[in-house]
């Protein structure tokens, strides 16, 4: 059963379709391996991708969005733990 997260504006739904965890990952690897994982997706598929560390919590955002994939939101838990849904284009 995959877990569900809930846009704090939109009050919508968003179930990832894939789920990776690059948390032991540094830049630039973190969107190296954020893109690979978008580029198995189909078009309008979300992906939820947990990291750590201030540069990739910046960095994968940002590159996912001037690729032109859609962020949908990012949270970080209280272990410094962010986690990214992107939905691709």
């Not at 704090?8 to 948390?23: A, F, G, N, R």
């Not at 189909?42 to 991708?49: C, E, F, I, K, N």
């Not at 919590?57 to 209280?78: F, I, M, N, T, Y």
Request: aromatic letters at 2%; a positive charge; proline letters at 7%.
């Amino acid at each position: 059963m995959q877990d569900s997260l809930v846009s704090p504006l939109q009050h919508t739904p968003w179930v990832p379709d894939s789920t990776i965890d690059i948390t032991s990952q540094t830049c630039p690897m973190t969107y190296v391996h954020t893109r690979l994982a978008l580029d198995r997706l189909r078009s309008g598929q979300v992906l939820r991708v947990r990291l750590q560390g201030a540069d990739p919590e910046q960095q994968v955002p940002a590159s996912a969005a001037r690729q032109g994939h859609s962020v949908l939101s990012v949270s970080k838990d209280e272990h410094g733990v962010c986690t990214i849904l992107i939905r691709r284009k």
